[in-house]
């Protein structure tokens, strides 16, 4: 297993390796990805359309405590060091305000025996996270999506960069930090509106 880049910037050339094609390209994406596609629109803002930010974060805008949650630090710590089962339905608990759903668990425990991941990626991974810091992109639309009810990152991170940047801010009020799993069919009407209108 590889060593996970350290610093968003890494990451935004990894993926950019493994995609190979440059074409400009629209990204939606939840949390670090959220880091990740805003740090790509400023590195290189010709390969991208616009970027849609789920509960995403950065340190220029908001304390740690926002950016995660202090409760949940035990928590996280833990599920680190725990089997791929109790870690797995310990994610679940931290992303979702829905009931325990046995399918979705068991499917993220497939994936993670699949593609295990090394501890020591898991803090590198938060490291880049806890050292991002962003100015805003200018070549491409945004949109904010953030989750009243997000247990895990505080909805004013997200919503601390939409005020600064005076972007669009979209919030939900059902779903907790993972929106997909969550609220899809809302998601999906949000995400269709603000790509029909970017393509008009």
Not at 32 to 51: F, K, T
């Amino acid at each position: 297993m590889e060593l996970s880049p350290i610093s968003i910037e890494s990451m935004v050339d990894k993926i950019r390796e493994d995609l190979g094609d440059r074409s400009p390209v629209n990204i939606i994406a939840i949390s670090m990805g959220g880091m990740i596609g805003l740090r790509w629109a400023a590195m290189y803002p010709d390969e991208i359309n616009s970027v849609i930010c789920i509960n995403t974060s950065a340190k220029n805008y908001s304390g740690f405590h926002h950016r995660l949650s202090p409760k949940n630090y035990f928590k996280i710590i833990k599920a680190v060091f725990s089997n791929v089962e109790r870690r797995e339905k310990a994610i679940y608990s931290l992303v979702s305000n829905r009931s325990e759903s046995t399918k979705t668990i068991d499917d993220w425990i497939s994936y993670a025996e699949e593609y295990p991941i090394r501890k020591n990626n898991f803090f590198r991974q938060l490291l880049a996270a806890f050292r991002f810091d962003i100015t805003r992109p200018v070549s491409c639309r945004l949109l904010f999506i953030s989750s009243l009810n997000d247990n895990l990152v505080s909805h004013d991170a997200t919503k601390a960069i939409a005020d600064k940047w005076h972007e669009p801010l979209l919030v939900n009020t059902v779903a907790g930090h993972d929106i997909p799993l969550d609220d899809p069919q809302w998601l999906c009407d949000k995400v269709e509106s603000f790509l029909t209108m970017s393509s008009c």
